[in-house]
Nanobody, 119 residues
Framework: QVQLVESGGGLVQPGGSLRLSCTASGSIFSIDDMGWYRQGPGKQRELVARIASRTMTSRSTMYYTDSVKGRFTISRDNTKNTVNLQMNSLKLEDTGVYYC????????WGQGTQVTVSS
């Protein structure tokens, strides 16, 4: 089964940026949708961004939850089996552990990467 490894998290001040990377041990080409999830302190894990494997005519290729629209950008490279999340203008409420997985999530969860936004 494909294993996922997330990286790129860290401590950043409000307004700062981070770029998260997710590397899969196998091919993600056939996985229609890959997403980044976030689990904030005391909160349930939520999907924050999703990207389709190819351009879709029936729906948007990318999805963002309202709270990150205009600040986060998701991308994927099927040739490298990677999914990235560029996070700009970070806010305190973006703090949490970030995971990548398919959407819906049927792959084994990785260890995640901690993002802490604090002044």
């Amino acid at each position: 089964q494909v294993q996922l490894v997330e990286s790129g998290g860290g401590l950043v001040q409000p307004g700062g940026s981070l770029r998260l990377s997710c590397t899969a041990s196998g091919s993600i080409f056939s996985i229609d949708d890959m997403g980044w999830y976030r689990q904030g302190p005391g909160k349930q894990r939520e999907l924050v961004a999703r990207i389709a494997s190819r351009t879709m005519t029936s729906r948007s290729t990318m999805y963002y939850t309202d709270s990150v629209k205009g600040r986060f950008t998701i991308s994927r490279d099927n040739t490298k089996n990677t999914v990235n999340l560029q996070m700009n203008s970070l806010k305190l409420e973006d703090t949490g552990v970030y995971y990548c997985n398919s959407d819906p999530p049927y792959l084994a969860w990785g260890q995640g990467t901690q993002v802490t936004v604090s002044s």
